[in-house]
Nanobody
Framework: QVQLVESGGGLVQAGGSLRLSCANSGRTISRNAMAWFRRAPGKEREFVAAISWVFSTNYADSVKDRFTISRDNDKNTVYLQMNSLKPEDTAVYYC?????????????????????WGQGTQVTVSS
């Protein structure tokens, strides 16, 4: 079983930074891809970033060069460092695990590819 809990969200001014954490209290996910998604009010859930078991990464164009995904397998935790935040980054951010596949470097961007989800953490960026 995988249990994901996000933290680190909050209110920040435009141009500021936040670091989100996703802690897994279940079995190890070191062999699996992990991702961050977000859902803004009135919009569909969208891909933000993903990281493979060998630490390769993939980013949405809208966050490239501003956000950094990382993982610490010893702590069973995934992070999302968000810099130069914009009001349009305001959303609930979700962590997800792709447990149906192991040892893959092919990073998926569709929510349906991920099996476990956290409850989400709110990020609000004021202008």
């Amino acid at each position: 079983q995988v249990q994901l809990v996000e933290s680190g969200g909050g209110l920040v001014q435009a141009g500021g930074s936040l670091r989100l954490s996703c802690a897994n209290s279940g079995r190890t996910i070191s062999r699996n891809a992990m991702a961050w998604f977000r859902r803004a009010p009135g919009k569909e859930r969208e891909f933000v970033a993903a990281i493979s078991w060998v630490f390769s990464t993939n980013y949405a164009d809208s966050v490239k060069d501003r956000f950094t995904i990382s993982r610490d397998n010893d702590k069973n935790t995934v992070y999302l460092q968000m810099n130069s935040l914009k009001p349009e980054d305001t959303a609930v951010y979700y962590c997800a695990a792709q447990t149906s596949v192991q040892f893959t470097s092919l990073l998926k961007t569709e929510p349906r590819e991920y099996d476990y989800w956290g409850q989400g953490t709110q990020v609000t960026v004021s202008s």
